[in-house]
Nanobody
Framework: QVQLEESGGGLVQAGGSLRLSCAAS????????MGWFRQAPGKERDFVAA????????VYADSVKGRFTISRDNAKNTVYLQMNSLKAEDTAVYSC??????????????????WGQGTQVTVSS
């Protein structure tokens, strides 16, 4: 069983920055692909970014490429999402997810085994 807990959300003005963290329990973190997804009110959950456990290969949604950076610290069982140049349309609940013991990244939320409860990010324009 893996537990994920996000932190770092909040209210920020457009153009500002936030860094989200996701702390994971369990001993398989370093072998798991970690992803960030977001869901705005009335919309479906969307893929944001993901990173492999080995090698740290990253994939981003086109909407955040060049503005967001995903990273991980396997020694701390933590994955991060640095969000810069935030826009009003980035407002959503951001959730981290674990794709346990897999080597490849999935952009589909169904490809992840464990989820955190999410953290609210609100960008004011």
């Amino acid at each position: 069983q893996v537990q994920l807990e996000e932190s770092g959300g909040g209210l920020v003005q457009a153009g500002g920055s936030l860094r989200l963290s996701c702390a994971a329990s369990g001993r398989t973190f370093s072998n798991s692909v970690m992803g960030w997804f977001r869901q705005a009110p009335g919309k479906e959950r969307d893929f944001v970014a993901a990173i492999t456990g080995i090698g740290g290969v990253t994939v981003y949604a086109d909407s955040v490429k060049g503005r967001f950076t995903i990273s991980r610290d396997n020694a701390k069982n933590t994955v991060y999402l640095q969000m810069n140049s935030l826009k009003a349309e980035d407002t959503a609940v951001y959730s981290c997810a674990a794709r346990q013991m897999r080597l490849t990244i999935s952009r589909d939320s169904g490809g992840y085994d464990y989820w955190g409860q999410g953290t609210q990010v609100t960008v004011s324009s």
